[in-house]
């Protein structure tokens, strides 16, 4: 699961970076928050499993300029965190562990991952991928034994930029500390992350700071409503803090000094992974989103090509192996069966070739060119390529159409070019394949002609009426010849020679045994002809299109690889730490 957060955040990121014209920025923006946010809060999972006796984590989060800092150094009494009047002064994740806290920083960096642990006085303004760690040396009054995360602001106009830092911040905390003052705790950026962190379940405590006399109460009614309307979890305790001018710091208030220690009480570490599997599950669907519309529009394409390639069937039926005179795989198969009938009189039609040929003539036949040669002059071949052709140009108007009309145009853009810069070559597989199609069928073409044989000898009276004939000499000479190479298939089904042996034998007492042989035939044919160049040749290639969209304008993400994911949210009850 962890892993998948990651690659949904680093495709909303390409596709963000990529395509910012014609996505939602903002939402995009919004669930790679939610992402880091819930990447980072399932590698604190591992962070606590890992590292038993880890002290808690408080971080002391809020706007720009509210005093975070300031109440860091209140809270450990010192002076460690930088203050300044300017906005977006802290840009790094800051930690201060107790001087008691030995070993505090345990795990710490395999938490922060690609971030890097800086010395404090070195931290670089120009890198926002460092967070410090240090040990302070006095021991605090308020705190209960933990180390103290000091914060970047997330409202200020640069904070996008170190926005990550912010959140791995908060996602490793035990406890929040929100610093507001009374200039900033009403902003919307304020109660949007404290929505976003109910689902995180820390115990929260808020500091109202730059508090001037007076204001408090109505200050403390307000900041209740505001967080009434973004929550359902309690109203958490505020302490409220007045400037000490004289020490240039906020006070913090005696009344309230034990009250960080009792909320540590409250923090259970041991529902983390049914808080990340909640976390996840709030989320889901919205992240999913593009994802499924990808997978619509990819079953939507399916339907399209299943569709062209039942049509392109359709042609081929109707054109060919229904066609009154485009059909002549029934009458090759008769001319093979003439071959082996061995007709006598035929020797005084081949005077020249009985010399070279050795009789009988299957034996001397170079079968490879026979059908090489057959291939070559095959009406067949001619029209599968025509519809193969056909049925391309067909999808790709298709695609253009969906391109300018429906939702997901990218998509439907994108694949319109892929296809057409892959044309030939699926054109050209089409053609290899129809080839080899018909170079294998002229075996059940060979098989039909025996069939006929043999029923023939069952029927001397047919057989005999047949080598009596001149005219089945005649045609014999002519099935030779296209053994041969002398003439094409095509000839051979005009040959007035072939036309009246096939009427004879329609004619015959085996009149409805050659139907049914012609029409075996044909159901052969077809069935060879979709498997094989339909569904595996073209039919594969088209369905794979998809996957072949670049992975920076689509999430490209496989059905079966989601449903997998899905299955460990919904199975494991436990918590996804095990994933
Ligand atoms: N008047 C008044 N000023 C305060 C108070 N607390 C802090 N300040 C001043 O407000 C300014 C900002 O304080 P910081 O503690 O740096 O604020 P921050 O939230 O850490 O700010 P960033 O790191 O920039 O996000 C400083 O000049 C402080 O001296 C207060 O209670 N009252
Ligand atoms: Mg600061």
């Given at each position: 699961m962890l892993e998948?957060?990651?690659?949904?955040?680093?495709?909303?990121?390409?596709?963000?970076?990529?395509?910012?014209?014609?996505?939602?920025?903002?939402s995009y923006q919004q669930r790679i928050d939610q992402l880091v946010l819930t990447e980072?809060?399932?590698?604190?999972?591992?962070f606590i499993k890992d590292t038993t006796l880890q002290p808690l984590q408080v971080s002391v989060i809020g706007p720009t300029q509210a005093g975070k800092s300031s109440v860091v150094n209140v809270l450990l009494d010192s002076n460690l965190a930088n203050v300044s009047p300017l906005a977006g002064h802290t840009i790094h994740p800051q930690g201060y562990a107790q001087?008691?806290?030995?070993?505090?920083?345990?795990?710490?960096?395999?938490?922060?991952?690609?971030?890097q642990q800086m010395p404090l006085d070195q931290m670089p303004r120009d890198r926002h991928d460092c967070y410090s760690f240090s040990q302070v040396d006095s021991k605090s009054a308020f705190l209960p034994d933990c180390v103290l995360w000091d914060t970047p602001d997330f409202d200020s106009i640069d904070s996008s930029v170190?926005?990550?830092?912010?959140?791995?911040?908060?996602?490793?905390?035990?406890?929040i500390i929100l610093v507001v003052s009374k200039e900033k705790y009403a902003d919307q950026s304020v109660w949007d992350m404290m929505a976003a962190l109910e689902a995180l379940h820390q115990p929260t405590l808020i500091c109202l700071n730059k508090l001037s006399e007076g204001s408090e109460e109505l200050l403390l009614h307000s900041l209740k409503q505001k967080w009434q309307a973004v929550r359902k979890d309690a109203f958490p305790e505020v302490v409220p803090m007045y400037y000490q001018k004289q020490i240039g710091l906020p006070l913090w208030p005696n009344s309230h000094k034990e009250v960080l220690k009792k909320l540590s009480n409250q923090v259970d570490r041991k529902k983390q992974s049914r808080n990340e599997q909640a976390l996840v599950q709030k989320y889901w669907s919205e992240w999913l989103e593009p994802i499924v519309s990808e997978h619509n529009a990819a079953l939507e394409w399916q339907k399209i090509v299943d569709q062209s390639i039942k049509q392109a069937l359709e042609n081929y039926q109707r054109d060919y192996l229904n066609h009154p005179h485009h059909y002549e795989t029934f009458q090759h198969a008769l001319a093979e069966l003439l071959a082996l009938l061995e007709i006598p009189g035929l020797a005084g039609f081949l005077t020249g070739a009985r010399r070279v040929l050795t009789w009988p003539i299957r034996k001397v036949m170079n079968l490879g060119q026979k059908r090489l040669h057959i291939a070559d002059s095959s009406q067949e071949l001619v029209l599968l390529n025509q519809i193969a052709e056909h049925t391309l140009i067909q999808l790709l108007d298709q695609l253009m159409d969906k391109a300018d009309a429906e939702s997901q145009r990218l998509w439907w853009k994108e694949m319109g070019s892929l296809l057409r810069r892959q044309r030939q070559d699926v054109l050209h597989n089409f053609t290899q394949a129809a080839l080899a199609y018909h170079l294998a069928f002229q075996q059940d073409v060979e098989k039909t002609a025996q069939r006929l044989y043999h029923k023939l000898q069952e029927q001397p009276l047919v057989l005999n009426s047949l080598r009596a004939t001149r005219v089945t000499a005649d045609a014999t000479a002519i099935a030779l010849t296209l053994h041969m190479g002398g003439i094409g298939i095509h000839d051979l089904v005009f040959a007035p020679a072939m036309l009246t042996i096939t009427s004879l034998l329609t004619e015959s007492a085996i009149g409805s045994y050659m139907h049914k042989v012609e029409n075996d035939l044909k159901q052969q044919q077809l069935h060879k002809v979709k498997q094989a160049l339909f569904v595996d040749s073209m039919g594969k290639f088209l369905a794979l299109l998809p996957e072949q969209l670049s992975s920076l304008n689509h999430f490209n993400i496989p059905v079966a690889q989601l449903k997998a994911v899905e299955q460990q949210l919904t199975e494991k009850r436990h918590g996804l730490r095990l994933l």
């Open positions: 998948f957060i990651q690659l949904l955040n680093y495709r909303y990121q390409a596709i963000l970076s990529q395509r910012s014209h014609d996505v939602d920025k903002i980072a809060f399932m590698r604190r999972g591992l001087r008691d806290n030995l070993g505090a920083g345990e795990g710490l960096q395999r938490y922060f991952g690609r971030f170190y926005r990550e830092g912010v959140l791995r911040a908060i996602a490793l905390a035990d406890m």
